[in-house]
Each structure stands twice: as C-alpha cells, then as structure tokens.
C-alpha cells in the first residue's frame, strides 16, 4: 500500500459523519458506553425483532430499545457536560486533577509511526480487517491499536498523552474494499492535527515512582530523562507533564475535532435518543392496545 490512501477512496477524511465507528477503547466499561452512545445494541434489537416476528417478542425488543436510549441519552449528557463545563487550561498552569487541553499533536519519539493498512505517518492508529465468512456477513479477522504515547502542545508547553483507554475520535477514518469479501478500516491522528483532550493531568519527575509502576511510561520517562539533560545549574531533567485515564471513571476523550464540535456531536447524540425514546412509547403503547396485551 502506499503512502497514501487508496484511490478507491475519494469520500473527503473531513465528513463530519466519518467520526470513528471502530471500538473506541480498549476499557470494557467505557467499551459498553461507546456502544451504547453509538446506538449499536438497538440496532442488534431491531434486527432481533424482525428474525422473530412475533408480537410478544416485538413487544420485548421495543421496551429494551427505549430503556437503552435513556440511559444512551443520559450517558451522552453526562458526557456533552464534561466537555462543555471543564475550562480549559495551559499547560503551563494546568491544576493536577481533571483537565481540558487544545493544542497540536506532536511525536513523542523520532521513530516513525505509520498506519498498518495506508502506511500513512500519525501519532496514533486503529484498524480493522473484515471478511465475508459462509453466511455472507462481516467478521473481523484482524484488528490493532497503537499504544505509542504522543505530545499535545500548546504556546505554553507539552503534555505527553497515554492513548491507552481513551476514547479517541478522529476525522482521518476511511474504509475501502481491495476484494469483494473483504474490506479494511483505519483511524488515524496525524502529526500537527488540532487536539481537544479531557483527562486526568499530572506533574511527576522522570524518577518518580508512580511512573516506575507503568513500563511504558517508564521508558517514556527514561528517554525523556536521556534527550533533556540538565545543565550544571539545574542537574535533573525536567518534570514530565503527563494526561492519562481518570481513575475516577470520567470521561478521558482525545479527539481531532474543536471543542465545539465535540459537544455538537454529544448533542446531537442526546436529541436523537430522546427522540428514539418517545418513539418507542409510543409503539410500545400501540402494540400493547392493538394485540390486547392490556
């Protein structure tokens, strides 16, 4: 493949609606509200309904379906609020603690990172592989995250981010067919994109032992310690700013888009599952009366 992305993709990597359909985190838990902000289970319900055709099933499926959109619209305010309520901060004066960042993305080492499917550079990637099996539906027979840790940058200073258990939302996602029973997805972020994160920010000294606990970011801080090495005046490398998973469970998002984009997309997502709520009322009501379940 080479360093570009295929000519069968002529679709614009802008379109808002080319937001990342891939799972979006390793993390079970923040797993399962992905796919429940995404309207994936109520989709599968739907399906479920017609495979069965029958009213009492179809009853069943549309009582689940309207309690999987309230708490996917419930999910989705808790988050649209996260990202609108949190100021956001220099790095240079960030608080430790819950933090918003806007800057630009930056590589942590000089190595390259190349998406495994377009070859094209990035700071992160994550891809799937699809084939038609005997049943003529789509399996994922190969998939893949990077790992790398990669700056964000503002006019203050940098913030290395630890991708691991985000949820990150690219614009650079493009799917394409290279057979007819088989088609591959890849997200990306590039190099200079315009980063919004919320996560938890903190300070620590390449020494420190809550670095030592993660191997990872233990080497990140040996390298960090090797190519900034103090002068005479001030002998120890600088402090590490780091942007990582709350422990807590909040929202921990890296995403290309502006922050206003961010809670456009939440907002849109908690209208639609109001409205996919009431609507499922309101078949709820009309099944129960037309079938005699009352």
């Known amino acids: 493949m080479p360093n570009e992305w295929p000519a069968s993709l002529s679709t614009s990597n802008q379109k808002a609606s080319a937001r990342v359909s891939l799972l979006q985190t390793k993390d079970s838990r923040s797993t399962i509200s992905s796919l429940i902000i995404g309207g994936l289970p109520q989709i599968g319900l739907v399906w479920g309904g017609f495979q069965l055709q029958e009213p009492s099933c179809w009853l069943l499926v549309i009582s689940l379906i309207s309690v999987l959109s309230l708490i996917a619209w419930g999910m989705a305010l808790h988050r649209m609020r996260a990202v609108r309520d949190t100021p956001t901060s220099k790095i240079v004066s960030a608080a430790q603690g819950y933090t918003e960042l806007i800057g630009r993305g930056h590589a942590f080492t000089t190595s390259s990172l190349q998406g495994p499917l377009s070859n094209r550079p990035c700071l992160w990637y994550r891809y799937h592989v699809e084939r038609k099996d005997s049943k003529n539906e789509w399996r994922i027979v190969e998939s893949g ?15 290395l981010i630890d991708p691991i258990d985000a949820n990150i939302d690219s614009n650079h996602y493009q799917q394409w067919k290279e057979f007819e029973s088989e088609r591959k997805s890849e997200a990306v972020l590039l190099h200079d994109d315009s980063l919004y994160a919320i996560g938890q920010f903190k300070t620590v ?3 420190s032992t809550g670095i030592a606990e993660d191997e990872r970011l233990t080497r990140a801080a040996q390298e960090w310690a090797q190519t900034h ?46 409205t996919v709520f009431f609507i499922s009322l309101a078949i709820d009501s009309w099944l129960l009366i037309h079938y005699g379940f009352l």
């Open 229 to 274: 090495q103090g002068s005479e005046a001030c002998p120890s490398p600088p402090d590490i700013n780091l942007l990582v998973k709350p422990q807590d469970g909040r929202l921990f998002l890296i995403s290309n888009s502006p922050q206003a984009g961010v809670i456009s997309d939440y907002s849109f997502g908690i209208r639609a599952h109001l």
């Open 145 to 159: 995250e990077s790992r790398d840790l990669f700056f964000l940058k503002d006019d203050t200073g940098l913030c």
């Open 205 to 207: 000294s390449p020494a």
